[in-house]
């Protein structure tokens, strides 16, 4: 059993800065890539940030720049510090990683955190 923990959503202000959080647990044998993806009422889920095991990142056009994704390989954490949020920011965000449990990897999913940006 593997659980991805979200935590760190909220409501802010245009401009403000929220930070998202995301453990993994359970039967880990290794982590590769772990992300961020989000998804707006009546939208398709997207890709926000993403990080390889290495560090190695890839953004969406609309991140770049505010936005900054890392992790923990210790603590099978990974993190997204997200700044000068705009209205259009709003979303449910989505926790993604790719965990090997016994011999493949395969995409686990968290519940889901609610950011909300005010205008």
């Known amino acids: 059993q593997v659980q991805l923990v979200e935590s760190g959503g909220g409501l802010v202000q245009t401009g403000g800065s929220l930070s998202l959080s995301c453990a993994a647990s359970?039967?880990?044998?290794?982590?590769?890539?772990m992300g961020w993806y989000r998804q707006a009422p009546g939208k398709q889920r997207e890709l926000v940030a993403r990080?390889?095991?290495?560090?190695?990142?890839d953004y969406a056009d609309s991140a770049k720049g505010r936005f900054t994704i890392s992790r923990d390989n210790a603590k099978n954490t990974v993190y997204l510090q997200m700044n000068s949020l705009k209205p259009e920011d709003t979303a449910v965000y989505y926790c993604?990683?790719?965990?090997?449990?016994?011999?493949?990897?395969?995409?686990?999913w968290g519940q889901g955190t609610q950011v909300t940006v005010s205008s």
């Open positions: 990080i390889d095991s290495l560090g190695s990142t």
């Open positions: 993604n990683a790719n965990i090997r449990t016994v011999i493949l990897y395969q995409p686990y």
């Open positions: 359970g039967s880990i044998r290794s982590i590769n890539t």
